[in-house]
C-alpha cells in the first residue's frame, strides 16, 4: 500500500513537471490617436485593419473645415493597422500625427496635397 502511495505521487510529480504552462498574454491595448489639421478645407477618411477582421474597414470619413483640425481616438491591439487618407480639392498642406499611447509614431509638418489629390499614411501597431 504504501509502494502504491510513492509511486501516484511519482506519476503525479512526473506529469506536472512536464505539463506546459502557458506564458502567452493576452494584446496589450494600445490608444490610437490621430490629429489632422490643413492650411485649407480638406477631407479626411481612416480606415482601421484588425487581426480579427477579413478586410480594412473605414471607421470615419468626414470634410474638415478651412481653420479647423480632425482628431479620432481608437483602442486596438498589437499587429491591427490604420490607414489615414488625405484629400483635398485645392492646393493644400497639411500637417498630421499619429500617436500610440502618447507616443508620436508618424508625423509630417506642411506635407503638400496636390490639387484633386490625396496622402495616405498608414501605421501598423507593433
Do not use: W
Amino acid at each position: 500500500m504504501m509502494k502504491q502511495l510513492i509511486y501516484g505521487i511519482l506519476i503525479s510529480l512526473l506529469f506536472a513537471s512536464c505539463s506546459k504552462k502557458s506564458t502567452d498574454q493576452p494584446p496589450q491595448p494600445h490608444t490610437i490617436k490621430v490629429t489632422v489639421s490643413g492650411a485649407d478645407a480638406f477631407n479626411v477618411s481612416l480606415s482601421e485593419y484588425k487581426t480579427t477582421d477579413s478586410s480594412p474597414k473605414i471607421v470615419d470619413a468626414k470634410a474638415v473645415a478651412k481653420g479647423s483640425s480632425y482628431n479620432y481616438t481608437a483602442t486596438l491591439n498589437q499587429n491591427d493597422q490604420v490607414t489615414l487618407v488625405l484629400a483635398s480639392d485645392v492646393s493644400n498642406t497639411v500637417t498630421y500625427r499619429i500617436y500610440d499611447n502618447d507616443k508620436i509614431v508618424v508625423q509630417d509638418t506642411d506635407r503638400e496635397v496636390l490639387t484633386h489629390g490625396s496622402v495616405t499614411i498608414t501605421y501598423n501597431i507593433p
